[in-house]
């Protein structure tokens, strides 16, 4: 039987707080040691708005950076 085999049995007999424990102990780890299965971050992001329409890309603020309290807490715009 693989190691693999052997972790999905593993994996059917165990709660739901060891396999998420489990989870990010294999995401940390495989982080580490195979850096080429990370991404850049502006690829993740890149991925994520591949299906974003234009006209939607077109609604979102210029200023959002400089601004982020406001977008996200509707405190008043600062002064530029």
């Not at 059917?12 to 780890?29: A, G, M, R, Y």
């Not at 006209?55 to 996200?72: F, K, S, V």
Request: charged share 30%.
């Amino acid at each position: 039987m693989t190691t693999k085999e052997l972790l999905l049995q593993e994996i059917e007999k165990s709660p739901e707080p060891l396999l998420q424990e489990v989870l990010n102990f294999l995401i940390s780890t495989r982080a580490k040691n195979y850096p080429e299965t990370r991404k850049p971050i502006w690829q993740i992001a890149q991925k994520i708005m591949e299906d974003v329409p234009p006209e939607i890309i077109n609604q979102l603020p210029t200023d959002g950076a400089e601004q982020h309290d406001h977008y996200i807490y509707g405190t008043p715009k600062r002064e530029s």
